[in-house]
């Protein structure tokens, strides 16, 4: 059995540990990751690029962090307690999630005459909306992915809780219950896109990347060649160019989600246990912000596009309308920014009530 747990100097040689007194967190690089992942989230949503995948990024990323955190738990007090990871959770997760289906479930119905997209309020308050079939309003449609996070927090809380030991083969079982899931789905002709099972396996990458950071697996990668990454990258860039060719395979189908996990992984990689390789990682201050918002950047992306269509897009002339996706995003940034400032953080704030001397 793979032991997984770091030890103090194993934690000093990755960076995980700030100072003396205390962790550190994780990699400072991870909040530019975060952000960059919604970014790519939000030009799909605004129809300026064809991207799928910027959710299975931050899949990818949140599996990551979560077990380090928990090995870092572990490593601390010799245990892990399920309750307190819960209510971190909670405390991140809820308060803008509920913010949103009050405006859409009670604002929406004031405001514009599309009462009728409102789908069963059920699903979203037990995070299963995910599963709604029916098209519905937008605003509330793009929060699917909240579901799905919520569903892998609770089914990987028991697993850090209660089988930690066996984690390794618990994700590998997820990458392969997931990429059957998936297969037979594409020979039924049936769509799984925003089902759980489908992105598992994104979680599952994530999860045996973080355990292979804590044992060493990826030292050699600090011998790689700066040029051969910047390479990698270039080459990273030309497969999203032509992913959507792939679809026409039944295979790949089957194993997008593990094979764009696997390359989300070096770029993960190449800004954590290697100096960052996207220059602006770790480094700018102003991008490290927008990563700790990352999660009101994504959560309002449905009200901001929605206001920006039905609202701006009226009274903006003819030849500014190509700039409407560049209004988005500044008034994304407003929004996010004091939802953060006078919203979620004093929900946050209390995040350190149920801290095992460890930070997340």
């Known amino acids: 059995m793979i032991h997984y747990i770091y030890t103090q100097s194993a934690m000093k040689q990755t960076g995980l540990i700030a100072n003396e007194e205390g962790f550190s967190g994780y990699y400072p690089a991870l909040d530019t990751l975060r952000f960059l992942a919604v970014f790519g989230s939000f030009l799909h949503h605004s129809h300026l ?6 959710h299975t990024f931050f899949f990818v990323l949140a599996a990551f962090i979560l077990t380090l955190l928990a090995q870092k738990e572990y490593a601390k007090t010799k245990q892990f307690s399920f309750f307190k990871f819960t209510m971190r959770r909670l405390l991140r997760i809820v308060p803008l999630y509920f913010l949103l289906l009050f405006v859409g479930f009670v604002c929406v119905p004031l405001f514009f005459d599309r009462a009728a997209t409102l789908p069963d ?28 996070q919520e569903q892998f927090y609770v089914f990987i809380g028991i697993c850090f ?3 930690y030991r066996l984690l390794p083969w618990i994700a590998v079982a997820m990458i392969c219950v997931s990429v059957g899931y998936k ?33 060493g697996w990826f030292e050699k990668v600090k011998k790689v060649p700066r040029l051969s990454i910047v390479f990698f990258y270039a080459l990273l860039v030309a497969f999203f160019s032509q992913i959507s060719h792939l679809y026409a395979f039944a295979w790949f189908n089957a194993l997008d989600n593990v094979i764009v996990s696997l390359l989300f992984s070096v770029v993960i990689l190449t800004n954590t246990v290697t100096p960052p ?3 602006f990682a770790g480094k700018s201050s102003l991008l490290d912000y927008f990563g700790k918002i990352s ?10 596009i929605t206001f920006g269509l039905h609202v701006i897009l009226p009274i903006l002339p003819a030849g500014l309308h190509e700039f409407l996706p560049l209004l988005h995003f500044l008034l994304l940034l407003a929004v996010a920014h004091v939802s953060y400032q006078f919203f979620e953080k004093p929900f946050l704030n209390l995040k350190s009530r149920f801290r095992s001397e460890v930070t997340n």
């Not at 690029?49 to 910027?54: A, D, M």
Request: hydrophobic letters at 50%; aromatic letters at 22%; charged letters at 10%.
């Open 161 to 163: 809780r209660f089988f």
């Open 277 to 279: 390789i996207v220059f």
């Open 121 to 148: 309020v059920i699903p979203y308050l037990t995070f299963t909306a995910n599963y709604i079939q029916e098209p519905h309003v937008f605003l509330l449609a793009v929060l699917w992915a909240v579901s799905v």
């Open 183 to 215: 297969y037979v789905s594409f020979l039924d002709r049936r769509s799984i896109y925003f089902e759980t099972l489908n992105h598992f396996s994104s979680f599952g990458v994530g999860i045996l990347l973080a355990i292979g950071v804590g044992e």
């Open 295 to 304: 999660y009101g950047l994504y959560c309002y992306q449905g009200v901001i």
């Open 49 to 54: 690029i064809r991207f799928i995948h910027g």
